[in-house]
C-alpha cells in the first residue's frame, strides 16, 4: 500500500509543459522522481523549464510543433533516440480562440483542431510501441489526455472550437482506451480554472465570482493539478481506463 502512488523511475512526457497545467504536472513528476520530457514550441520556455526543473530531478525539454502528424513523429523519434521504454505520456499541449460568433473564422478551426484533437492522436500513435515496451503486470502504461470542463458543458465565452476540441478529445480517450488496453490505460482530466496563462485574461476579469461561484470557492491550485496527474499515472489508477475526470472544484455539478 505504501508504494501505490509511486512513479519513482517512470519515463514521463509532458506535451506543452512548460507553462501552466502542463509545467505543474512536469513539476509533480520530477518532485517525485520521475525522468520527465517537456516539449513546447518555444525554445527560451524550453530551455528555462528544463533549467528550471533539473534543479530538483531529472528533466530534459524538447522543441517540438505538435499541430502536424511530421511534428509528432519527429518528438516521438527524440524520445526513441533517449528511453527503450516510456512509462507515462500527458496530451497537454493546446491552444484556444476566441471571437464572436458572427466573426469567428475557419482559421480558429484549423488551428484549434490541429494541436487539441489530431495532435494528441498522433502522437500517441507514435508512441504506442514505447508505451507498449513500458507495460508491466498489474502496472499498464499510461496516456493521460487534458480536456476541459469546457468539453462537458456549454462556456460562458466565445470559444468554439476549443470547447468542441475538448469534447472531441474526451471521447477519443474512450476510443483509445477500448483500442489500447490491457498494455495502455487512456484517461483524462477536464480541468476547471487553474492559473494558467490561457486563463489569466479570464481569472484577471472574472476570478473572484469564478471562485464564489464554484462549490470548492477557490481557484485550482498546481498540487490539485499534480495529484491527480501523480495518481493517474501510478499504480494506484492501474485499473482505470477511459474515464474523464473533472478537476474543477464541483463547477461542473452546478451546470
Given at each position: 500500500m505504501k508504494n501505490l502512488f509511486d512513479i519513482e523511475g517512470k519515463a514521463a512526457l509532458v506535451t506543452?509543459?512548460?507553462?501552466?497545467?502542463?509545467?505543474?504536472?512536469?513539476r509533480g513528476y520530477v518532485e517525485n522522481g520521475a525522468r520527465v520530457y517537456v516539449a513546447s514550441r518555444s525554445e527560451e520556455a524550453c530551455a528555462e523549464t528544463e533549467r528550471e526543473l533539473s534543479k530538483v530531478?531529472?528533466?530534459t525539454a524538447f522543441v517540438a510543433n505538435l499541430s502536424t502528424q511530421e511534428g509528432c513523429v519527429a518528438l516521438a523519434d527524440q524520445i526513441k533516440e533517449r528511453e527503450r521504454t516510456l512509462e507515462i505520456l500527458v496530451n497537454n499541449a493546446g491552444a484556444n480562440w476566441g471571437a464572436p460568433y458572427e466573426e469567428?473564422?475557419?482559421?480558429?478551426?484549423?488551428?484549434?483542431?490541429d494541436l487539441n484533437v489530431k495532435g494528441p492522436f498522433f502522437l500517441t500513435q507514435a508512441l504506442t510501441p514505447l508505451l507498449e515496451a513500458g507495460a508491466r503486470e498489474g502496472d499498464p502504461s499510461r496516456v493521460i489526455n487534458i480536456g476541459s470542463i469546457d468539453g462537458i458543458q456549454v462556456p460562458l465565452l466565445?470559444?468554439?472550437s476549443y470547447s468542441a476540441s475538448k469534447a472531441a478529445i474526451h471521447h477519443m480517450t474512450r476510443v483509445l482506451a477500448r483500442k489500447l488496453a490491457p498494455k495502455i490505460t487512456v484517461n483524462a482530466v477536464a480541468p476547471g480554472p487553474f492559473q494558467s496563462k490561457m486563463m489569466k485574461a479570464t481569472l484577471d476579469s472574472f476570478g473572484d465570482s469564478i471562485a464564489a461561484s464554484a462549490p470548492m470557492k477557490r481557484i485550482g491550485e498546481p498540487e490539485d493539478m499534480a495529484g491527480v496527474a501523480i495518481y493517474l499515472a501510478s499504480r494506484a489508477s492501474a485499473y482505470v481506463t477511459g474515464v474523464v475526470l473533472p478537476v474543477d472544484g464541483g463547477i461542473s455539478t452546478t451546470k
Open positions: 506543452g509543459g512548460t507553462r501552466g497545467i502542463g509545467l505543474m504536472i512536469a530531478g531529472t528533466c469567428f473564422p475557419a482559421s480558429a478551426w484549423d488551428r484549434v483542431l466565445d470559444t468554439y
